[in-house]
């Protein structure tokens, strides 16, 4: 078991809480739930960037709402576990999810990637500038 598999096995355990869709601005900030739009079981950490994070239950190939909080850095999810190695010319994720594509966080199921996310891991992006 990786270490941060372990970290988020503990805080599992000890911080579920119902999040509420209430926008913050940490960085490294994320709601997660099992559910879209901010139902079933959620949980909301902050997590260092430039840090690939393997899922532990109840999110792993469970997750329908992820939403960074804003800020000028984004996730890549990603449908391998951490280390594991993609051989998809797409680079194995959906793509950037970022506070900006309100569709996307919350209901990942549009984009069939509901029970898909295993790891993820977020960056601050380099280009922009609107929300630093
Ligand atoms: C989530 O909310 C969006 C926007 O209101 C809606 O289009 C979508 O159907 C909802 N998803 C579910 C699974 O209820
Ligand atoms: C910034 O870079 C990301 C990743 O390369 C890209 O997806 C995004 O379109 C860029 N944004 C702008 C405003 O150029």
Redesign the pocket.
């Known amino acids: 078991m990786q270490l941060s598999t372990l970290f988020l096995a503990i805080a599992s355990a000890t911080s579920l809480v119902t999040a509420k869709p209430i926008e913050k601005r940490t960085i490294g900030g994320i709601t997660m739930c099992t559910g879209a739009n901010f139902t079933g079981t959620c949980e909301y950490r902050v997590w260092p960037l430039e840090t690939c994070i393997t899922l532990g239950a109840p999110f792993y190939k469970n997750t329908n709402t992820f939403v960074p909080d804003e800020g000028n850095w984004f996730c890549y999810p990603y449908l391998m576990d951490c280390g594991a190695i993609c051989r998809s010319p797409t680079g194995c994720t959906m793509g950037?999810i970022d506070s900006t594509r309100p569709d996307y966080r919350t209901d990942l199921q549009l984009q069939h990637w509901d029970k898909m996310i295993r790891s993820f891991d977020c960056h601050f992006?380099t280009?922009?500038t609107e929300y630093v």
Do not use: V
């Open positions: 950037p992006y280009n922009r």
